[in-house]
């Protein structure tokens, strides 16, 4: 059984920095391209970042220079730094991890940034 277990979302103010984590299991998780996304109230899911399985990144414009994705295979998991944090970063936050016809989705975590 696949699953993927986000942590790290919180309330943050304005400028302050979060790491969520994901874990991995019921995968190999070398071969798949790990991804964190976002939902905000009433937009749809957006891609933050992705990570490919030989350690590729690509990020949403808006997050440049801002957040690091990176990924430790030995322990099935990936991570998403995020700094300089904005109130427009609210969001749940996915994670997702795609091989072959293979598209899997952990259940989310919650990061605000308010003061």
């Known amino acids: 059984q696949v699953q993927l277990v986000e942590s790290g979302g919180d309330l943050v103010q304005p400028g302050g920095s979060l790491r969520l984590s994901c874990v991995a299991s019921g995968i190999i998780f070398r071969w798949y391209d790990m991804g964190w996304y976002r939902q905000a109230p009433g937009k749809e899911r957006e891609l933050v970042a992705v990570?490919?399985?030989?350690?590729?990144?690509h990020y949403a414009d808006s997050v440049k220079g801002r957040f690091t994705i990176s990924r430790d295979n030995a322990k099935s998991t990936v991570y998403l730094q995020m700094n300089s944090l904005r109130p427009e970063d609210t969001a749940v936050y996915y994670c997702r991890g795609t091989y072959s016809t293979y598209d899997d989705w952990g259940q989310g975590t919650q990061v605000t940034v308010s003061s």
């Open positions: 990570v490919s399985s030989g350690g590729a990144t």
